[in-house]
Nanobody
Framework: QVHLVESGGGLVQAGGTLRLSCAAS????????AGWFRQAPGKEREFVAA????????DYADSVKGRFTISRDTAKNTVYLQMNGLKPEDTAMYYC????????????WGQGTQVTVSS
């Protein structure tokens, strides 16, 4: 069983920065890719960023390109999301997922960390 724990969320003013962390049990990010998703109240969960297994290939939603960076520390079994230039519309619960390379689906999810950006 894979266990993911997000941290690093909080309240920040527009234009500020936060770094989210996703710590995984075992050697999860040696086996799985990783992604960040977010869900704002009343909205569906949406893709934010992904980093693929055993590569440095990344992918971003258009809304965060140039502002957010996803990275991975395999030795620490942790994935990060560096968020710069935060906007009020980035306010959401952010979730980390472990992506199965064979199916392309996210098999495991964390409980989320809240990000609130004030204007």
């Amino acid at each position: 069983q894979v266990h993911l724990v997000e941290s690093g969320g909080g309240l920040v003013q527009a234009g500020g920065t936060l770094r989210l962390s996703c710590a995984a049990s075992g050697r999860t990010f040696s086996v799985y890719g990783a992604g960040w998703f977010r869900q704002a109240p009343g909205k569906e969960r949406e893709f934010v960023a992904a980093i693929y297994r055993n590569t440095d290939i990344t992918d971003y939603a258009d809304s965060v390109k140039g502002r957010f960076t996803i990275s991975r520390d395999t030795a620490k079994n942790t994935v990060y999301l560096q968020m710069n230039g935060l906007k009020p519309e980035d306010t959401a619960m952010y979730y980390c997922g472990a992506r199965n390379a064979a199916t392309g689906k996210y098999d495991y999810w964390g409980q989320g960390t809240q990000v609130t950006v004030s204007s």
